[in-house]
């Protein structure tokens, strides 16, 4: 295990910042996402730790080494790529075994370095097999064997599941949390999907436009955001926010029920909701109208669960509310997260 440390790092492609004054350490062991939009600069930071790309300034940090300026191969990490970039001309067995061979290693250290890779990752069967005759998940499996057979100090994933469709992208989520969690390697994963982050992260870091906006648990950047852009990034759909002075108020759109099946007597803010359209998916509902604010409409959005007892028509107002302790209060002109209440 190793502990990565990014000491105020910067790239610069010409006048674009890709990656501003970035400074970041990972636990020992820890599994850290890498959560924004496309463009942040998620990638980039990656491939700065890897070594693929240099920083404008800064350092890279590894186990308590500078590593700025070191080639990939002298920094031993593993990197799997959203491709997965498997040699189609290779078998399995002789992809796993590629940088194994390229270090020089005797045959019989390989075979037995690869069975234990192709084992845990339950691909035995597999070994004989080129990547055409492969589906998805099982490309995904070689790449992390290859990956981790050199048993790097340090894990770094790129997207890797993003080629995958829903049903085995979940699969895959828990087993490579498993697995992580099995070898206790360090491990820095980047994705642009909140679902992946929520999951697999034992802290998220978001970013946007190059810089880190929060660093947190997944409960702490879902619950408590640092700023209006964490609080409409994290989330389907993401926090209400409306003016109210020189403020924005948030609330999540689980917190904002009506107030007949809340529950709430004490410590409620009560909304008149007025319903325009209602979306019903199955195991919750979601309904979308408006709320007077100072005889200004703000338009919100309420997540009902399916077991709730409430049937919204369009057109209709009912009487919502949200408990006071899920209001979340941002500086209008900032963004940040405040603790001046308008209400």
């Known amino acids: 295990m190793a502990l990565v440390e990014i000491r105020e790092v910067s790239k610069h492609f010409g006048d674009v910042a890709a990656v501003d004054a970035v400074d970041l350490a990972t636990a020992e062991g820890e599994f850290l996402v890498l959560l924004g939009p496309s463009g942040c600069g998620k990638t980039t930071l990656l491939r700065m730790i890897?070594?693929?790309?240099?920083?404008?300034?800064?350092?890279?940090?590894?186990?308590?080494?500078?590593?700025?300026?070191?080639?990939?191969?002298?920094?031993?990490i593993a990197m799997v790529f959203q491709s997965y970039a498997l040699y189609p001309h290779m078998t399995v067995y002789k992809?796993?075994?590629?940088?194994?061979?390229?270090?020089?290693?005797?045959?019989?250290?390989?075979?037995?370095?690869?069975e234990w890779a192709a084992a845990m990752f339950k691909i035995d069967r597999l070994l004989h097999r080129k990547p055409r005759e492969l589906s998805g998940g099982e490309r995904q499996r070689?790449?992390?064997?290859?990956?981790?057979?050199?048993?790097?100090?340090?894990?770094?994933?790129?997207?890797?599941?993003?080629?995958?469709?829903?049903?085995?992208?979940?699969?895959?989520?828990?087993?490579?949390?498993?697995?992580?969690?099995?070898?206790?390697?360090?491990?820095?994963?980047?994705?642009?999907?909140?679902?992946?982050?929520?999951?697999?992260?034992?802290r998220i870091v978001v970013m946007n436009k190059g810089r880190v906006r929060q660093v947190g648990t997944p409960r702490e950047v879902y619950h408590q955001p640092a700023d209006t852009f964490v609080a409409t990034f994290l989330g389907s759909p993401p926090m209400n926010l409306f003016e109210q002075g020189d403020v924005l108020v948030g609330f999540r759109p689980e917190g904002f029920l009506p107030a007949e099946v809340a529950g709430w007597t004490e410590g409620a803010v009560p909304f008149s909701f007025s319903v325009t359209w209602v979306e019903d998916l199955g195991a919750e509902r979601l309904v979308y109208g408006n709320i007077e604010q100072k005889s200004q409409a703000k338009h919100v959005v309420s997540k009902v669960p399916a077991n709730v007892s409430f049937l919204a028509e369009v057109g209709r107002t009912y009487d919502f509310a949200v408990r006071r302790e899920d209001l979340r209060f941002f500086d209008r002109e900032s963004g940040l997260r405040t603790d001046q209440s308008p209400l």
């Open 50 to 76: 890897a070594g693929i790309e240099q920083p404008t300034r800064g350092d890279i940090v590894i186990d308590q080494q500078v590593v700025t300026g070191l080639p990939p191969r002298m920094r031993n």
């Open 95 to 114: 992809n796993i075994a590629f940088p194994l061979k390229t270090r020089g290693l005797d045959k019989a250290e390989i075979k037995e370095k690869v």
């Open 142 to 202: 070689v790449a992390l064997a290859r990956a981790m057979v050199r048993q790097p100090s340090v894990f770094l994933l790129d997207e890797p599941l993003s080629n995958l469709d829903a049903k085995l992208r979940a699969s895959a989520r828990e087993e490579l949390q498993a697995f992580q969690k099995r070898i206790g390697v360090t491990t820095i994963y980047v994705t642009h999907d909140q679902v992946e982050a929520m999951g697999l992260g034992q």
